[in-house]
């Protein structure tokens, strides 16, 4: 059965201080890796797909990286407007669905 | 374009009563689906379709009916709202279902007393 498993549950950062947030992964033959921002009443806005490991990839201040069993969010400098919950799912070849993590809330402050 | 949007925004169901959630896409993406969220849980899969006329059970499928007439809309049906359905729905939709961005809608706020 495919898992994904996010830590921390939540985050406090000082604008500045950078960190990473983990995502760990068991999937029958992995087609992607997602990652999504969702702010508080709104739907999960689209970050970043990963297919294969050793793939990254850069948009702003977030890198995300991938390993054949987890993947990373690197958050550099990070600002409040990058508030909010990180979500990480992963799509197994054989079928559809994303099977998301519970999420990771981060909160930067001033 | 507007994306994936969701109406309405937020209902309040009596137990028994029966409604229908409204998703409408217009990026002409074949692939639309259903997602429940609740808190201290991720989101699960309802339902999905991979074109019209084509739908398929997901992970928590019961007590919701779908239907997909055509590309663009994906409405979900309670059919008896139970309080267990009291949750954050979300519609989304991606090109073909692969391994490419899923856009998501809004969400509806749905509470069964």
């Known amino acids: 059965e495919d898992q994904v498993t996010q830590s921390p549950e939540a985050l406090r950062l000082q604008e500045g201080e950078s960190s990473s947030l983990n995502c760990s992964y068991t999937?029958?033959?992995?087609?992607?890796l997602f990652w999504y921002r969702q702010d508080p009443g709104k739907g999960p806005e689209f970050l970043f797909t990963?297919?294969?490991a050793g793939e990254e990839k850069e948009k702003e201040r977030l890198k995300a990286t991938l390993t054949k069993k987890e993947s990373f969010l690197h958050i550099t400098a990070p600002k409040p407007e990058d508030s909010a919950t990180y979500l990480c799912a992963v799509q197994a070849n054989s079928g559809y669905a994303l099977n998301f993590g519970k999420g990771t809330s981060l909160l930067v402050t001033p | 374009n507007a994306g994936v949007t969701q109406t309405p925004k937020f209902q309040v169901l009596k137990t028994g009563q029966s409604m229908t959630l409204q998703c409408a896409q217009d990026m002409n993406h074949e692939y639309m689906s259903w997602y429940r969220q609740d808190p201290g849980m991720g989101l699960r899969l309802i339902h999905y379709s991979v074109g019209a006329g084509i739908t398929d059970q997901g992970e928590v499928p019961n007590g919701y009916n779908v239907s997909r007439s055509t590309t663009e809309d994906f409405p979900l049906r309670l059919l008896s709202a139970a309080p267990s359905q009291t949750s954050v729905y979300f519609c989304?939709?991606?090109?073909?279902?692969?391994?490419?961005?899923?856009?998501f809608g809004p969400g509806t706020r749905l509470t069964v007393l």
């Open positions: 990963l297919y294969s």
């Open positions: 989304a939709s991606s090109y073909d279902g692969g391994a490419n961005e899923q856009f």
């Open positions: 999937v029958s033959g992995l087609r992607g």
